[in-house]
């Protein structure tokens, strides 16, 4: 079974462009997760997916931030415009459960670098 | 889950043993877990744990919860160079994850 896939695994983009980063769950999986990290700090918790809708999205940092999930399978987070302070590391993560009652079912994907020059 | 925090670098001879702490805020939390990410790499569950017991072994991994003082840790035994990454403790309320700034664990001969 695959795992939880992302793309680009490494992207530079100058400020003030767009990056769209994609995240394929674990087939079948209805909770779809997005963090990052900054360099040297905690992962942040972005947004959480139940299928196509956006479960919590408390986490999002401003309106670049967009991230979308149609159909329920896939989904983007997009970046636009890019500022310096978005370099860091894009988690994506899925989960099987439809009220996920610990950790241990959320699989994490390699995750989306990201630099911004 | 809340506040994380967790020491930021802990440097180990190989061989010996290495104990990497964490504390957390979120009282409810009901499993705390260990993840470690190796450089370039994605995030990987090491172990967990359930929040009414107090210890659990996996092989040369060791995790201690203290819940009154919210206290985690995680002792790996005979430490080797493989086991250079950072180490992220989490825990789970609210539906999601939380987790600290990670400590960075350097193994030298």
């Known amino acids: 079974e695959a795992g939880v896939t992302q793309f680009p695994s490494h992207s530079v983009i100058e400020k003030g462009q767009t990056v769209t980063l994609r995240c394929d769950p674990i087939s079948g999986h209805d909770n779809l997760y997005w963090y990052r990290r900054v360099m040297g700090k905690e992962i942040k918790f972005l947004l959480h997916f139940v299928k196509e809708s956006k479960q919590d999205e408390s986490g999002m940092p401003n309106n670049r931030f967009l991230a979308e999930r149609t159909g329920g399978t896939y989904s983007t987070l997009k970046v636009q415009p890019a500022e310096l302070e978005d370099s860091g590391v894009y988690f994506c993560?899925?989960?099987?459960?439809?009220?996920?009652?610990?950790?241990?079912?959320?699989?994490f994907g390699e995750g989306s670098w990201l630099t911004v020059v | 889950g809340e506040d994380v925090e967790q020491s930021l670098f802990l440097s180990v001879r190989e061989g010996d043993s290495s104990v990497i702490n964490c504390t957390y805020t979120d009282s409810s939390s009901t499993y705390l877990y260990w993840y470690k990410q190796e450089p370039g790499a994605g995030l990987q569950l090491l172990t967990y744990i359930f929040s009414n017991m107090d210890m659990k072994q996996d092989q040369r991994l060791t995790v201690l919860l203290n819940k009154k003082d919210k206290h985690l840790s995680l002792r790996i035994a005979d430490t080797q160079t493989g086991d250079s990454a950072i180490y992220f403790c989490?825990?789970?309320?609210?539906?999601?994850?939380?987790f600290g700034a990670g400590t960075t664990v350097t193994v030298r001969a």
């Open positions: 989490a825990d789970y309320g609210d539906y999601k994850l939380s």
């Open positions: 993560a899925s989960g099987n459960d439809r009220l996920i009652t610990g950790g241990n079912t959320i699989y």
